[in-house]
């Protein structure tokens, strides 16, 4: 695609690699058919090809309206179109600096500045968000239906093994993760202990900065990598092994610091080599013996929901399928397993309307085949999906520490 930034954006290192992405795009359409926002609404502004030449419009001078605003708040920013696209259009990227560069010059209005503001005050931050979470859960019965489904039940963890192994890695505590659902990561511990791996948590690291980032807040976004970095480097230097992530959508975050800092001399380094060795949980479990689990999923009937950001952001599609069926889970078929379930970080917030319709349809193609539990793989699509279902969620390690060790009699995790 021929292009003609403005000197002033063509000038900035954003502007050099928005320019090489648009310049991949043949606007060839593929990727409009797996586009869940142009299926809902029909309006090629609502996909991928519509919101790339509104962002090359605004590059070139066009003066952004409210409505390019929202065709680009609209973007759930699930990367599908990146799996479609033969041209390796970086589009996820695209649409971060579009977004950012309309908010700078359309004023949002007093609402939607409150509600990002208070989004970006509150969910990045692991205290502040159990401070709201005890809260919700005090007036619980006092809220509206929708409000209360939304509120993740209580956990407890159980133990996190403490016996010493040579073989040493880090896991992210992230922020609403750790405190909806820690039991996830103490999962997580549980498995690598008996694999003879010690999973470690670094106290002083944080949210992974992906909501910053999709908020088009990208300062905030690189002061939450830049404090992740510094808390991890002297575990890395002690000789951690890798980053895990259970959250695919912080592990899809954190294997960006390398380009998204490229341009700092301070943490250039330090964030490619953090990203390098950044692993979703998956990638893990892979590579070991999972004869040394002892676990047997007899035949406990499953769907799977793969998140966006495990198989089209990761490329990670069909890996945790293949661990589940090799431990004996029976997985059930879901149609269209490729479209987003409406969840894409704070979107079921900012667009409520489309969000619940995605999900009502994901949660549809996902009880079909009549699964006995849904699994997934990220904090947020299990939150929202959990909100109208009465099925239960679950991550998929918690579905393996469930019956890991027990022999045929292990338990069958329904609750």
Known sequence: MQTRLTDDIRATVFGHEAEAILRSCVHCGFCTATCPTYQLLGDELDGPRGRIYLIKQVLEGHAPTRKTQLHLDRCLTCRACETTCPSGVRYGRLIDIGRAVVDRRVPRSLPQRLLRSALLGAIPHAGRFALLLRLGWTVQPLLPTRLRRKLPPRQTPGPWPERPHPRRMLALAGCVQ?????????????????????????????CCGALAQHLGDEERARAQMRRNIDAWWPLIEAGAEAIVVTASGCGLMIKD?????????????????????????????EREDLTRL?????????????????????????????????????LTPVRDAHLCCGSAGAYSLLQPGLSQRLRDDKLAALQAGGPELIASANIGCQLHLASGSDLPIR???ELIDAVMGRGPEGERLTS
């Open 178 to 206: 750790a405190v909806a659902t820690p039991r996830t990561n103490a999962a997580a511990a549980r498995v690598l202990d008996r694999l003879g791996i010690c999973l470690t948590i670094a106290p002083a690291a944080g």
């Open 257 to 285: 610091y390398g380009s998204l800092l490229a341009d700092d001399p301070a943490y250039a380094e330090r964030a490619a080599r953090v990203s390098a060795m950044t692993r979703d949980l998956v990638e893990v479990l």
């Open 294 to 330: 002892d676990a047997q999923g007899r035949g406990q009937r499953l769907a799977f929901h793969a998140p966006c950001t495990l198989q089209h952001g990761q490329r990670l599609a069909g890996r945790v399928e293949a661990i589940l069926l090799g431990l004996g889970f029976e």
């Open 395 to 397: 991550h998929w390690i």
